[in-house]
């Protein structure tokens, strides 16, 4: 399972920099119950992921089977974090 989402990385005066356009990160949803599963995250601009900017339509590979995913469907909203929580995003779509 795939699925692509708008993601809005927030400003901050922590010091974090992303790597790459493609990074490792975890998604929250909220609760009840709260749950968090691992992505592989890339940037289609092909662009690294830096604080305070907004990415449309990067692509998330969760690492888990899609059987122990939570419901993943467009409209959805989630928190990424990295370490703390980074910024927020909405998925468009889900493939299979």
């Known amino acids: 399972?795939?699925?692509a989402a708008d993601l809005s990385f927030w400003a901050s005066d922590r010091l974090f920099r992303f790597p790459?356009?493609?990074r490792s990160m975890l998604v929250r949803l909220e609760g009840p119950p709260e749950q968090?599963?691992?992505?592989?995250?890339t940037n289609p601009a092909g662009t690294e992921f830096v604080p305070g900017v907004d990415v449309p339509a990067a692509t998330f590979d969760p690492w888990a089977d899609p059987n122990d995913l939570p419901q993943i469907e467009p409209g959805l909203s989630f928190t990424l974090w990295?370490?703390?929580?980074?910024g927020t995003g909405t998925v468009r779509t889900?493939?299979?």
């Open 82 to 86: 990295y370490g703390g929580d980074v």
């Open 20 to 22: 790459s356009s493609t």
């Open 36 to 41: 968090m599963f691992g992505v592989v995250i």
């Open 94 to 96: 889900v493939s299979q």
């Open 1 to 3: 399972m795939r699925f």
